[in-house]
């Protein structure tokens, strides 16, 4: 059997790092993960190749060659999606489809071949069995959640890392908490399953043994859902993993903001080589984190919380959200207020959308509000692309009010003097030591022609440089690092 799997394109997004990769020429930010994973659960005896189109060209000869081709993709590809579709049926291959897309908008789709839901370790056994029999269904649909205990090695051998600028690995999926809006409860469930350290030692240690030394992201859901295992189990094996290979990786992931609340995890977190941390915030407005739900974010200093994980020596990315219900005009002027005295540099900020099958999706419904599909996408430079339910305040004054917020962070001005405040209260801790790479030279030269020379914030900049100078080489590297992507934001965000 020949499978040719196809990774679908991004457009270019906050996260996709377009601009910012452009100087270290690299292609893509992360490798596809899911699909990686999904290629070792086929049968080994099966030729298998794959098609990122994040960093290759797909070509009519590769679909050709295979017997099906499978796709996977999270709302925001389903343009690209749609294109390898159509083209697998007019070449008259046939498709099977699995990942975020087709499990909450399965609809869409009725015109594959195969729709594998929600996790392969469930359907992808299944559909073998029914191949082999000759008898594959249409739509394979799953109840539960399957144990990771028995999800395998991603096959790291089907692309060239050099192409990415980061790796990941998966230790958990679910969340324990409940905010209305969110995706991730209504994919993976309540309760965090999680992989035992063997599994993500053998993980880092197959990521190790390909050369790679740098950054690796946790692509969990929320990295301390379990926080008991996280303690007595797996950070004290990551540590003494880093200390025995020489601390080869740093670590980023995805947490709730009650990590502030518990110092001996974020001191563990820290020596097990974490230096960065993406967060939740969604609003300074504590009526609308009661309106979705977000429990945990609710009477408690957020900008306390921030500098608390900050001071312990991680970089805090914050996710912030824009048109709830219970929003009034003055958020626009407290949101930009509290991102620039937090110091956090990342700040995506976007606009409430409701994706199928959440409980605000299902309240939108009932409100007869929801006005388009659900894109996945929500900080798009027009935002009107991405409202799917008609918002309170109306859709101009969000607009206008967002347009405002992103105008704001990410002038030159305010961008700079976040990423001092930022480097000024940071206490970075971490013991990895980046190799130099023969790019970061090139890099080197081109941010500072195209920062320092073509930019309009190029005084902006030299201010900061100028000051990181006189700091130490980490603060120099680290404030050239954020200005890099301060050019990516803006050309991104304001157009
Ligand atoms: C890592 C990650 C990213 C990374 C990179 C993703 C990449 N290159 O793979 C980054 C940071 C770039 C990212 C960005 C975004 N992300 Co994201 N991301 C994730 C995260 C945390 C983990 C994904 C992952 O690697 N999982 C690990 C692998 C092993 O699992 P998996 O991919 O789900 O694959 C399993 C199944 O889905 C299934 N499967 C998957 N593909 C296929 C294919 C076939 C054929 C079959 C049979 C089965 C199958 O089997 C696999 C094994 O069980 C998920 C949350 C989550 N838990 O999945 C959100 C998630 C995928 N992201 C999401 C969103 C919304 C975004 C953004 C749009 C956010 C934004 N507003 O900008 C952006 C858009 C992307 C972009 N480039 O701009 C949503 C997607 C919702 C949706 N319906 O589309 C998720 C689910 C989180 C959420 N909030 O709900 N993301
Ligand atoms: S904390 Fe994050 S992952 Fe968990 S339910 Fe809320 S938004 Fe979703």
């Given at each position: 059997?020949?499978?040719?799997?196809v990774y679908?394109?991004?457009?270019?997004?906050?996260?996709?790092?377009?601009?910012?990769?452009?100087?270290?020429?690299?292609?893509?930010n992360?490798?596809?993960?899911?699909?990686l994973?999904?290629?070792?659960?086929?049968?080994?005896?099966?030729?298998?190749?794959?098609?990122?189109?994040?960093?290759?060209?797909?070509?009519?000869?590769?679909?050709?060659w295979?017997?099906?081709?499978?796709?996977?993709?999270?709302?925001?590809?389903?343009?690209?999606?749609?294109?390898?579709i159509?083209?697998?049926?007019?070449l008259?291959?046939k498709?099977?489809?699995?990942?975020?897309?087709f499990?909450?908008?399965?609809?869409?789709?009725?015109?594959v071949?195969?729709?594998?839901?929600?996790?392969?370790e469930?359907?992808i056994?299944?559909?073998?069995?029914?191949?082999?029999?000759g008898?594959?269904?249409?739509?394979?649909?799953?109840?539960?959640?399957?144990d990771?205990?028995?999800?395998?090695?991603?096959?790291?051998?089907?692309?060239d890392?050099?192409?990415?600028?980061?790796?990941?690995?998966?230790?958990?999926?679910?969340?324990p908490?409940?905010?209305d809006?969110?995706?991730?409860?209504?994919?993976?469930?309540?309760?965090?399953?999680?992989?035992?350290?063997?599994?993500?030692?053998?993980?880092?240690?197959?990521i190790?043994?390909?050369?790679?030394r740098?950054?690796?992201?946790?692509?969990?859901?929320?990295?301390?859902?379990n926080?008991?295992?996280?303690?007595?189990?797996?950070?004290?094996?990551?540590?003494?993993?880093?200390?025995?290979?020489?601390?080869?990786?740093?670590f980023?992931?995805?947490?709730?903001?009650?990590?502030?609340?518990?110092?001996?995890?974020m001191?563990m977190?820290?020596?097990?080589?974490?230096?960065?941390?993406?967060?939740?915030?969604?609003?300074?407005?504590?009526?609308?984190?009661?309106?979705?739900?977000?429990?945990?974010?609710?009477n408690?200093?957020?900008?306390?919380?921030?500098?608390t994980?900050q001071?312990?020596?991680?970089?805090?990315?914050?996710g912030?959200?824009?048109?709830?219900?219970n929003?009034?005009?003055?958020?626009?002027?407290?949101?930009?207020?509290?991102?620039?005295?937090?110091?956090?540099?990342?700040?995506?900020?976007?606009?409430?959308?409701?994706?199928?099958?959440t409980?605000?999706?299902?309240?939108?419904?009932?409100?007869n509000?929801?006005?388009n599909?659900?894109?996945?996408?929500?900080?798009?430079?027009?935002?009107?692309?991405?409202?799917?339910?008609?918002?309170?305040?109306?859709?101009d004054k969000?607009?206008?009010g967002?347009?405002?917020?992103?105008?704001?962070?990410?002038?030159p001005?305010?961008?700079?003097?976040?990423?001092?405040?930022?480097l000024?209260?940071?206490r970075?801790?971490?013991?990895?030591?980046?190799?130099?790479?023969?790019?970061?030279?090139?890099?080197?030269?081109k941010?500072?022609?195209?920062?320092?020379?073509?930019?309009?914030?190029?005084?902006?900049?030299?201010d900061?440089m100028?000051?990181?100078?006189?700091?130490?080489?980490r603060?120099?590297?680290?404030?050239?690092?954020?200005?890099?992507?301060?050019?990516?934001f803006r050309?991104?965000?304001?157009?």
């Amino acid at each position: 059997m020949k499978i040719l799997i196809v990774y679908p394109e991004y457009p270019v997004t906050f996260w996709s790092f377009k601009y910012a990769l452009k100087f270290v020429n690299e292609k893509s930010n992360l490798p596809p993960l899911g699909v990686l994973t999904v290629a070792s659960m086929l049968p080994s005896e099966w030729d298998v190749r794959l098609i990122d189109m994040n960093v290759k060209k797909l070509k009519d000869k590769d679909i050709v060659w295979a017997d099906y081709v499978f796709i996977s993709a999270m709302n925001i590809q389903e343009a690209s999606a749609r294109t390898v579709i159509d083209r697998c049926k007019k070449l008259q291959r046939k498709t099977v489809c699995g990942g975020p897309l087709f499990s909450i908008d399965t609809q869409r789709f009725d015109d594959v071949d195969h729709l594998l839901l929600y996790e392969g370790e469930i359907s992808i056994p299944r559909f073998i069995e029914d191949l082999k029999n000759g008898e594959p269904k249409h739509i394979y649909n799953i109840e539960g959640y399957p144990d990771l205990s028995e999800t395998p090695l991603p096959r790291w051998d089907l692309i060239d890392i050099r192409d990415y600028a980061i790796l990941s690995v998966q230790y958990s999926r679910g969340c324990p908490f409940h905010c209305d809006f969110c995706n991730v409860v209504s994919l993976f469930g309540h309760v965090p399953r999680t992989k035992s350290s063997t599994q993500i030692l053998s993980e880092l240690q197959a990521i190790y043994d390909l050369g790679w030394r740098g950054a690796i992201f946790f692509v969990d859901d929320n990295f301390i859902g379990n926080k008991k295992k996280l303690k007595q189990d797996i950070l004290p094996a990551l540590i003494d993993w880093m200390e025995e290979k020489g601390h080869p990786f740093t670590f980023f992931t995805e947490a709730s903001i009650n990590m502030a609340d518990d110092e001996e995890l974020m001191q563990m977190m820290v020596d097990a080589g974490f230096d960065n941390v993406f967060v939740g915030i969604e609003t300074v407005d504590e009526d609308c984190l009661a309106e979705c739900n977000k429990s945990q974010n609710k009477n408690r200093s957020l900008l306390d919380s921030v500098k608390t994980i900050q001071q312990y020596g991680m970089q805090v990315q914050g996710g912030f959200i824009l048109g709830f219900d219970n929003d009034k005009q003055s958020i626009f002027q407290r949101m930009p207020e509290f991102i620039q005295k937090s110091g956090i540099v990342t700040a995506m900020v976007g606009v409430l959308s409701a994706p199928t099958g959440t409980e605000l999706y299902e309240r939108m419904k009932r409100e007869n509000r929801l006005i388009n599909d659900f894109s996945g996408i929500n900080n798009d430079s027009d935002i009107r692309n991405d409202i799917n339910f008609m918002p309170k305040m109306g859709i101009d004054k969000l607009k206008a009010g967002y347009e405002k917020v992103i105008d704001t962070i990410y002038s030159p001005a305010n961008y700079y003097k976040r990423v001092k405040t930022f480097l000024e209260n940071y206490r970075p801790q971490g013991k990895h030591k980046r190799p130099l790479k023969p790019s970061d030279v090139g890099a080197f030269f081109k941010a500072y022609f195209k920062l320092g020379v073509v930019d309009k914030g190029r005084k902006e900049f030299h201010d900061l440089m100028r000051w990181a100078k006189h700091q130490n080489m980490r603060t120099y590297v680290q404030a050239l690092t954020f200005s890099v992507y301060g050019y990516h934001f803006r050309k991104c965000l304001i157009s």
